[in-house]
């Protein structure tokens, strides 16, 4: 536990930073006035129902709502309270502000300013470019899910080409079926469609909620279709199409299609020896995070120049300690990890 001037910044050990007793973000906490949720992915949605329940508000970007709606997690009107990036709020004597973060779609990090000056960011989860930088904040609290020197990923920008370009070959081979969490498949459907991939995408009925909910936000999603529907089955039957499965569903990959000479993809963040490696002529690991690397973790603290770092243990483990010892002794950056 942080004793600064800024009053208590805490993590608990379900994942809950608390600011000031006030405010629990991304956790429940007892006697909170507020929640907020950074983001859908359920590490950070934990609680979530007993928060609704006690807290008099929950505070999130209007998309993050709308996605934990798609997604089944109803929150009554009368706690919601939107907020836009950039958009400062008060909860008692603190001023908060949603902050863009570059993770999966609606996600942000939360900024906070207590009424002595102080000022606290938590990031949520990030990755760079596309999440904002605060410069000079006294309480920097962060993600750091590799947080580890050797997971860097040289090529991690570099992806939003490689990526494209390699599901545009897979296509001429067959169709292709991506594996991937949740959000990261929002993130993908989006970057494909701004590469100007226009083959039709069929998702089943949570996913292709999820990607009419980023429609109603204005984003361009192109063809979806509901993997139960007629018009996805006419599609399956000529062969041209790119089929969303939840990372898990990657394990009975060779039953998703028999006998066709489907293309297989896992996206995932833990393949660091190149963009992408093929398993055999058709399954490919694909090395896409949503998450910062060690690499682009330092850049960001560097560049934030914050008094001091709290890295997420809760989420982190192991890798968040390794970090903080690094920022301490590399760069004599007042860190720690915490719980
Ligand atoms: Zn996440």
């Not at 004597?93 to 300013?113: I, M, Q, R, S, T």
């Not at 609290?141 to 947080?147: K, L």
């Not at 293309?263 to 399954?283: D, K, Q």
């Not at 709290?310 to 300690?321: E, H, L, P, Q």
Request: aromatic content about 10%.
């Amino acid at each position: 536990m942080e004793e600064c001037r800024c009053g208590r910044v805490d993590i608990d050990s379900t994942g809950a930073i608390v600011v000031a007793d006030l405010l629990s973000v991304d956790g429940h906490r007892r006697g909170v006035i507020a929640r907020a949720t950074t983001h859908i992915h359920q590490d950070h949605i934990r609680g979530l129902k007993r928060s609704i329940r006690e807290a008099a508000m929950h505070i999130a970007s209007p998309l993050t709502h709308d996605l934990l709606s798609a997604y089944g997690h109803h929150i009554p009107y009368y706690r919601r309270v939107d907020v836009s990036y950039g958009t400062k709020i008060s909860i008692e004597d603190l001023y908060v502000k949603l902050l863009p973060a570059n993770h999966v779609p609606g996600a942000a990090e939360v900024y906070v300013e207590t009424s002595n000056g102080a000022t606290i960011l938590y990031t949520g989860d990030f990755k760079l470019p596309g999440t904002e930088i605060v410069e000079g904040v006294d309480v920097l609290v962060m993600d750091a899910t590799y947080g580890m020197p050797e997971w860097r990923r040289p090529w991690q920008q570099e992806m939003e080409y490689i990526l494209p370009d390699l599901v545009d070959d897979s296509l001429s081979k067959g169709p292709v079926h991506i594996y991937a969490y949740n959000g990261k498949i929002e993130e993908v459907v989006l970057l494909l469609r701004r590469m100007n991939v226009v083959t039709p995408i069929i998702v089943d009925g949570k996913r292709f909620r999820g990607l009419k909910t980023l429609e109603r936000h204005g984003y361009k999603i192109g063809e979806v279709l509901y993997s139960g529907s007629q018009e996805a089955l006419e599609v399956k039957r000529d062969g041209w199409y790119i089929e969303f499965h939840g990372f898990y569903e990657w394990r009975r990959r060779r039953s998703t299609v028999n006998g066709s000479k489907a293309v297989h993809m896992l996206l995932t963040g833990w393949e660091f020896r190149a963009p992408y490696n093929w398993l055999t002529s058709r399954e490919v690991v694909v090395s896409f995070s949503d998450h910062a690397d060690f690499t682009q973790l330092v850049d960001y603290v560097l560049q934030t120049k914050p008094r001091l770092v709290i890295v997420d243990a809760s989420r982190g483990g192991t890798a968040a300690r390794v970090f903080s010892e690094y920022l301490k002794q590399r760069y004599g950056i007042r860190a720690y990890a915490y719980p």
